[in-house]
């Protein structure tokens, strides 16, 4: 049996609905490398406007949700609105992330972690994400990277914490000791 529901062009219609990300970086950032790394180091995203058509076309491929899809379902909701799925606000942050946010060579490569959404992200929040490392761990059998845990938060406009993330990420290091490590200012 077949339909002619519309399916969304995730990728398109995401892109096209995707506010410009305005990352307090440029796109020639240094990426770090283990070695760069510290405990403290701190890291702050550009932000990501939400509105309702992210939030419905995200859904209905993702996450088909009532509350997520239709205000008057959503209203008589735990919710009581309009809300995000989890999983989307997930998906901005590592966006901010990969985007400036947290410069890491090689890429933003995950381990595993704990994530909570202590609130919802509604239509019209501007997200952005503060990431601090709170570990640094030199691998012994893996002599060209290490692993390196960071605290996620992702805030609205308002301040408010949607997400919090501890993740475990697999970090290169320097091919050689000829690299000289990012010089940090005290």
Same mark, same amino acid.
């Given at each position: &049996? ?9 990728? @398109? ?16 950032? *240094?990426?770090?490398? =283990?070695? !760069? =790394?510290?405990?403290?180091? *701190?890291?702050?995203? #550009?932000?990501?406007?939400? !509105?309702?058509?992210?939030? *419905? =076309? ?7 949700? %009532? ?12 919710? +009581? #609105?309009?809300? %995000? ?5 997930? %998906?901005?942050?590592?966006? =901010? ?6 410069? $890491?060579? +090689?890429? $933003? ?14 239509? #019209?929040? /501007? ?18 990277? #290490?692993? /390196?845990?960071?605290?996620?938060? @992702?805030?609205?406009?308002? +301040?408010? &914490?949607?997400?919090? %993330?501890? &993740? ?8 050689? @000791?000829?690299? /000289? ?6």
């Amino acid at each position: &049996m077949s339909t002619n529901r519309r399916v969304p062009r995730v990728g @398109t219609d995401l892109a096209k609905a995707h506010n410009v990300m305005h990352a307090n970086r440029d796109d020639q950032q *240094r990426k770090l490398y =283990l070695e !760069d =790394l510290r405990v403290g180091l *701190r890291f702050t995203s #550009g932000s990501h406007k939400v !509105d309702e058509r992210q939030i *419905r =076309l995200f859904a209905s491929a993702f996450d088909p949700q %009532a509350f997520h899809l239709h205000e008057e379902a959503a209203r008589a909701s735990f919710f +009581g #609105g309009l809300a %995000a799925s989890c999983w989307h606000t997930a %998906a901005i942050t590592t966006r =901010l992330n990969v985007s400036g946010g947290l410069p $890491i060579a +090689g890429g $933003i490569v995950g381990l595993g972690g704990e994530v909570s959404w202590p609130k919802a992200t509604r239509p #019209g929040d /501007v997200l952005h994400v503060e990431s601090e490392i709170v570990a640094v761990v030199p691998s012994r059998s893996w002599p060209d990277r #290490g692993t /390196v845990a960071v605290r996620i938060q @992702t805030f609205n406009q308002r +301040g408010e &914490m949607v997400q919090s %993330a501890t &993740m475990t990420l697999v970090v290169p290091r320097y091919a050689s @000791t000829a690299h /000289v490590p990012v010089q940090h200012r005290t």
